[in-house]
């Protein structure tokens, strides 16, 4: 990183801010340089989200000084925020579903012509240029709804890139990208950080946070940790000081199923015309198998078929034993199946709701004698709050309270609600801090030891090399391959992947 001069970009003095009287950020004092990538990471519930949001304007402390570029910054707005060049890539996608790409990358800084119009073509010029520097090749024209989870998150970065930017704030960017898109990403980073604009960078993914930051700061439970340069950390120091003692074993050891275990599930030639062709595979109880692969290649298409979205044109599927041609979710559910969608606020949980009406969703009718028992259907959701360590202010709190790693959590609770026998996770730890990615892991194990079977798809590579004694390496709608034992590692599956195997 070149050398920087000495002044102060921003600087919070003793900021905190409560909610219904609880403290959820407690006396935070910090000092950000400009051109300077500052990692901000801790376990969900830890208040990163909560610091960004006094720094962007979304909400107002409750105590304390936020000073930026020298001046303190009062009953600070979002568009205020903007003016002065603080710019938000959030977590949850903020874009229109009905607009198209460009529209949404310029809603309300719209450019216009001489006559006071819109300038359409402008407009589509700059969301081309702008969606070439991410290397998204994407139709400007396209609406938004008709675009896959990475395809929305590069739409929400280019959209960022189009206001003048002095601190630009990224709550989670890479989630959903694959190592294309997120070496392609950091190249942006760094040459924004070279042309002096500082960047706050939240992320659960601390081998990338050692990667592109220059300086990491740890909170947790609302209280300023440490502020480090990068090199000072290794990954295993970030987690200890993350959650307060050591995470030595994050995978819990890989379940073995018999050699004998009955077929669970038996997909052959499955097509569904434009998504999927000729997907062949097989589960055994008790087994979890991962599904790897690059953004597109039909890795959530096929769980999406299995759970009844997708009509299936032709192939067979024996499910239990039984022939099974998925219709819909209900008929899904009834047949043993759950699954978490790796768009959790798209089709995962309803964020308006309560936790415990988010836990039955999925299950409301075993709570109807005929009416719904209150009593049974927050005794249930109390139990899950308790088994995840769902952080809430109560079972009766809306979702939209939650952080992103509970709000998962509770989706992953929804599903387990239906009593599956077979689990299918998308993306399952997307969002969710080192500690909650073990605890979830843990559980996944359980549930293997009980005997329910599991398909795995995730984008994270050490994820799927570490739960899975076998990974179905997807490419261009179609399974490329299968990679187990001695060859199970990432080279081998980018391998696949790209198609170089």
Known sequence: MPEKAAAILLETDSLAKAYDGVLVLSDISLQVKPGIILGIIGENGAGKSTLTKCLNGMTQPSGGRVIFQGEELRELSVADAIAKGIV????????VSDLNVYENIFLGHEPRN????LDRPAMRAKARELLATLNAHLDPERRIATLSVAEKQMVEIAKALTSPCRLLIMDEPTTVLNQREVATLFTVMRRLRDQGTSILYISHKLKEVREICDEVIVLRDGQFISHDPIGALDEAEMARRMVGRDMSQLFPPKASPPADAECVLDVRSLHVPGLLHDISFSLRR??????AGLVGSGRTELAETLYGLHPMQSGSITLFGQPYRPSSPARAIAAGLAYLSEDRQGS?????FSVANNVTLSSLRQYCRPFISKSRENARAQHYVDAFH?????????LRSLSGGNQQKVAIAKGLDTAPKLFIFDEPTRGIDINAKSEVYAFIRRLLDQGISCLLIS????????????VAVMRAGSIAGEVSGDQ??????????????
């Open 488 to 501: 199970l590692n990432e080279d081998e599956i980018m391998y696949l992947a790209t198609g170089v195997k």
């Open 114 to 117: 001489a006559w006071g119009l």
């Open 348 to 352: 995962g949980v309803l964020v308006d």
């Open 286 to 291: 008790g087994e979890i198998l991962g599904f």
């Open 459 to 470: 984008s994270d590579l050490e994820e799927v090399i570490g739960m899975c004694n076998r």
């Open 390 to 398: 769902i952080r809430a202010p109560g079972i009766d709190a809306p």
């Open 88 to 95: 938000t890539i959030p977590q949850e996608f903020n874009l």
